[in-house]
C-alpha cells in the first residue's frame, strides 16, 4: 500500500492482479486497485475530478480525466473517508499509475489537487 497526504487528505492505495484474458485476439493483464481518501483537515471538502496518467511498459502514457470517481462526487467533512475501486487493463503484465483529484475546499471556495501517489501494477508471476 502507498500513500500520501496532502493539504490534509490522505490518499491510500492498494493494488491488487486480476488476472489475463484475451480481447480482441490479444493477452490483456486486469489489475484492480482500492483508494480510500481520508479527510484530516479542519474543513470539508468534494471531490470534483480526477487525472490519471497510466503507465504500460508495452505501450505509450495513456491519460484518463473525468468527473468524480466511479459516478460519484463524494463530500467528506472534517474526519470522514470514502473508499472505492476500479481497475485498468495493460496490455502487458508490468505497469503503474500516477494521477490527481481536483477537490473543492466549501470554506475558502478555492479548488486545489489532491496527489495520488504513483502505484505500482505487476502480475506476481512476472516478477523476478
Not at 86 to 114: D, E, I, Q, Y
Request: with cysteine; hydrophobic share 35%.
Amino acid at each position: 500500500m502507498v500513500t500520501q497526504i496532502t493539504k490534509g487528505i490522505k490518499i491510500s492505495v492498494s493494488t491488487n492482479f486480476e488476472g489475463t484474458y484475451f480481447k480482441n485476439y490479444k493477452l490483456h493483464y486486469a489489475f484492480s486497485y482500492e483508494i480510500t481518501i481520508e479527510n484530516h483537515s479542519k474543513d470539508s471538502v468534494q471531490l470534483l475530478s480526477r487525472h490519471w496518467e497510466i503507465f504500460d511498459s508495452l505501450n505509450d502514457l495513456e491519460t484518463v480525466d473525468g468527473e468524480g470517481v466511479i459516478g460519484k462526487k463524494p463530500v467528506l467533512k472534517p474526519g470522514e473517508a470514502h473508499t472505492y475501486s476500479s481497475g485498468c487493463l495493460l496490455s502487458s503484465p508490468h505497469g503503474a499509475m500516477r494521477g490527481w483529484f481536483t477537490m473543492v475546499n466549501f470554506t475558502t471556495t478555492k479548488n486545489f489537487r489532491v496527489i495520488v501517489p504513483g502505484f505500482r501494477l505487476n502480475a506476481p508471476y512476472a516478477l523476478n
